[in-house]
């Protein structure tokens, strides 16, 4: 099965290991309500808008992490 950036945030925020990679990058993304509204995009869509910069900056080293998860 696998992860990568191209998978969406709600089902990246399933997965425990998966959460805290990104949660690292961005904090609150499985706390903030406000992360609700994104949880259909991928996270490579979410990297896009200018509040996640440090996703966006971070996607390539994120991904590559991502990938390295072993169901």
């Not at 949660?23 to 259909?40: H, L």
């Not at 990297?47 to 900056?57: G, I, M, R």
């Amino acid at each position: 099965m696998g992860y990568s950036v191209d998978d969406k945030c709600k089902k990246l925020a399933k997965c425990p290991e998966a959460a805290a990679i990104i949660t690292e990058y961005s904090p609150g993304f499985t706390t903030d309500p406000q992360m609700k509204m994104v949880m259909g995009l991928t996270l490579r869509k979410l990297a896009s808008f200018p509040q996640a910069k440090d996703l966006a900056d971070n996607l390539e080293a994120i991904d590559e992490r991502l990938r390295a998860i072993e169901d």
